[in-house]
Nanobody
Framework: QVQLVESGGGLVQAGGSLRLSCGASGRTFSTLPMGWFRQTPGKERALVAAINWTGHTTYYADSVKGRFTISRDNAKNTVVLQMNSLKSEDTAVYYC??????????????????WGQGTQVTVSS
């Protein structure tokens, strides 16, 4: 069982930055691909960024490429999403998610078994 707790959301002006952090419990964190999703009312949860279990491979949605960076520290059981040059359309609830051990599949919500409670990010224009 893996428990995930996000932190770092809040209100920021357009063009600003926020850093989301996700702490994980359990001894298997270093074997799990990790992802950050976001969701707005009436829309499906969408993948923003993901990182494989080694940390050597990352994925970004086109809408955030060049602005967001995902990283992980397996020694500290944490994954971070650094968000720069924020836009109003980045406003959403952001969720941290953990996938399956050693899996190379981490692109859809079905690839993830564990979810955090979500943290609100609001970008004012």
């Amino acid at each position: 069982q893996v428990q995930l707790v996000e932190s770092g959301g809040g209100l920021v002006q357009a063009g600003g930055s926020l850093r989301l952090s996700c702490g994980a419990s359990g001894r298997t964190f270093s074997t799990l691909p990790m992802g950050w999703f976001r969701q707005t009312p009436g829309k499906e949860r969408a993948l923003v960024a993901a990182i494989n279990w080694t940390g050597h491979t990352t994925y970004y949605a086109d809408s955030v490429k060049g602005r967001f960076t995902i990283s992980r520290d397996n020694a500290k059981n944490t994954v971070v999403l650094q968000m720069n040059s924020l836009k109003s359309e980045d406003t959403a609830v952001y969720y941290c998610a953990a996938g399956r051990r050693y899996s190379d599949n981490y692109y859809t919500t079905y690839d993830y078994d564990y979810w955090g409670q979500g943290t609100q990010v609001t970008v004012s224009s």
